[in-house]
């Protein structure tokens, strides 16, 4: 097939690391302001927290080992999830503590996004092409921000469930977005399912409960907008796209109100953190599908924790087939060396994490991500 450059296709996988330069907190950090941020909340309540509290029950389970939130949070998950608490949980989306937890990493994330993009990220965006996919593990939403800036069309899920008859006039073989997919979850988003819910619970048992609420209530103060690009073909992404919706310019509306918060759509910083998130599972549908078209795939800032064992195994499989492929793509470009970008001590150090990686076919930056690293990324082109 002819070389053609608007037909590379390249893979970014995106972790905290990415987000540092701008002043948003790594994995450890966050949870330690996390923890902090929520037991202020309850003490003005002359309490602990819940989330105390199961820090306390989990000691209790694990005497010998050490402390760690992504248990602790993955412990009452679980509780959540079993109802081992039964009425007296009474959050659908997840245990006072998680619930807590998420309420607590968007307030920390949207208050630490800088008001003024800095450079690094502006460059990096400019670099990218409608044929490239960002997978992210952040929940913030500076990418977005940034591309938002320098008028980059994204789409926040696969370009491919599009339905091809909604697209402009043209060529419709040709991409018109940079696929941003928040396999997370994120700050600006949310699930309506849980105000549907609630909503007709307080109908069916004749409670009137005035209807407040600022995002998808009779009177919204928030506007609201589909995660996709237009509508999807064949009902894909269905448990995704009919629940989940953004608030766009997130930043300007929050927070809501005092009176009213609505919890944020993004997965806990815990082990197990996929248990009951099937409109997430949407994002990770055949994700393999187009794998033989990539020939660059980076990793920037993502160490693949062991919390996330469930994207070590898809990732890392991924990983490894794209290293057992053909020098050439599909689209007959030469697959580049996998890259991997990170503030890790040494290439060893970075290997090590990735045991599956082939280290002949790996290219390893350690002094974390900056403008100079621009430079040393293989583009692919």
């Known amino acids: 097939m002819e070389n053609n450059n608007l037909q590379v296709h390249r893979l970014f996988i995106l972790g905290a690391g990415f987000s540092k330069h701008a ?15 929520v037991k202020e909340e309850f003490q003005r309540s002359d309490w602990e927290g819940e989330l105390e509290k199961e820090i306390s029950e989990w000691k209790k389970l694990y005497p010998k080992k050490e402390l760690n939130l992504e248990s602790v949070l993955a412990y009452s998950h679980r509780k959540h999830f079993l109802r081992l608490i039964g009425s007296d949980e009474y959050f659908d989306h997840g245990s006072r503590s998680i619930v807590a937890t998420r309420y607590a990493v968007q307030s920390i994330l949207t208050e630490r996004l800088q008001q003024e993009t800095p450079l ?9 092409t409608p044929n490239d996919t960002i997978l992210t593990f952040n929940y913030d939403t500076l990418l977005e921000k940034t591309m938002e800036e320098l ?12 339905n091809k008859k909604v697209k402009e006039s043209g060529d419709q073989s040709k991409q018109k977005y940079v696929d941003v997919i928040k396999l997370h979850g994120s700050i600006d988003w949310y699930d309506r399912r849980y105000y549907d819910q609630k909503r007709k619970y307080f109908s069916s048992q004749n409670i009137e409960v005035p209807d407040e609420d600022p995002l998808f ?25 009919n629940n989940i919706f953004r608030v766009p310019n997130h930043s ?3 927070p809501f109100a005092p009176s009213w918060k609505v919890v944020p759509f ?12 099937k409109p997430i599972r949407d994002l990770w549908q055949n994700m393999h599908r187009t794998l033989d078209s990539y020939s660059t795939i980076v990793i920037i800032g993502y160490s693949m924790p062991e919390y996330d064992g469930y994207a070590y195994e898809a990732l890392g499989h991924l990983l490894i087939n ?19 970008i990170t503030s890790d001590s040494s290439n060893k150090k970075a290997l090590e994490k990735l045991p599956f990686l082939n280290s002949v076919k790996t290219r ?7 403008l100079d690293c621009l430079d040393w990324i293989d583009w692919g082109k």
């Open 120 to 128: 690094l990220y502006k460059e990096f965006a400019s670099m990218l």
């Open 266 to 277: 993004l997965l806990p910083p815990a082990y197990d953190k996929l248990l009951g998130s």
């Open 151 to 162: 008028n980059i069309p994204y789409s926040l899920t696969p370009e491919w469930w599009l």
């Open 252 to 254: 300007k509306y929050f």
């Open 23 to 37: 002043g948003l907190p790594l994995g450890v950090e966050l949870l330690k302001e996390v923890r902090k941020k």
């Open 364 to 370: 390893v930056w350690s002094d974390g991500f900056g």
């Open 217 to 241: 209530g009779p009177n919204k103060t928030v506007p609201t907008e589909p995660l996709s690009n237009g509508s999807a073909t064949n009902d894909l992404g269905a448990n995704l796209l």
């Open 322 to 340: 794209y290293q057992e492929g053909n020098d050439l793509t599909y689209w007959n470009h030469r697959r580049v060396p996998i890259q991997i």
